[in-house]
């Protein structure tokens, strides 16, 4: 191979090794956005699973007070209770499915993310290998490029010999 087209094939490489290191990057930032985005859901789950808990907590200090504090007037507040215990279940129920959804939600963040990884992670050995390529053809360029000084050049102790009478 020539030299001229080995410089041409650095060249092509050199740039192919660029576009990976551009691809790789890209790829890095999808997966930390996609990482972000799991951590935020899983979040949202921890924050709906608090408010459940907090509601379950409601409704049970409910019913503790029905059956002692207010226990003696339950003629007077059997409308309030009734209608409280209604809404916290209601709001319960509510919050049951909205954690169903976040949970999916969830899930699918974490499988976006798990996929960026991996894309990301083939980004990097596309650049390592475009990376290899590169320098073998800097390599093959330099070699190239001493055998043909050599060739023009003869050697110094072949000139000598000649030269010596």
């Not at 949202?44 to 504090?69: C, D, K, P």
Request: aromatic share 2%; charged share 30%.
């Amino acid at each position: 191979m020539s030299a001229p087209s080995m410089a041409q094939q650095l060249t092509e490489a050199t740039q192919l090794q660029r576009l990976r290191a551009l691809r790789e990057r890209k790829a890095l930032q999808a997966s930390q956005q996609a990482e972000r985005e799991a951590q935020a859901a899983q979040q949202v789950v921890l924050e709906r699973e608090a408010q459940i808990r907090q509601l379950q907590a409601r409704r049970l200090e409910l019913q503790h007070s029905l059956v002692g504090t207010y226990a003696a007037r339950m003629g007077v507040v059997a409308r309030y209770a009734s209608a409280a215990q209604e809404a916290l279940d209601d709001q319960l129920e509510r919050a049951e499915y909205a954690l169903i959804d976040e949970e999916e939600a969830l899930i699918s963040a974490r499988a976006r993310a798990v996929a960026a990884r991996k894309a990301w992670l083939q980004a990097v050995a596309q650049h390592q290998a475009s990376t290899t390529l590169r320098d073998d053809a800097r390599h093959s360029l330099r070699r190239e490029r001493e055998t043909m000084l050599e060739r023009e050049d003869p050697p110094a102790a072949a000139r000598t010999l000649r030269n010596t009478p």
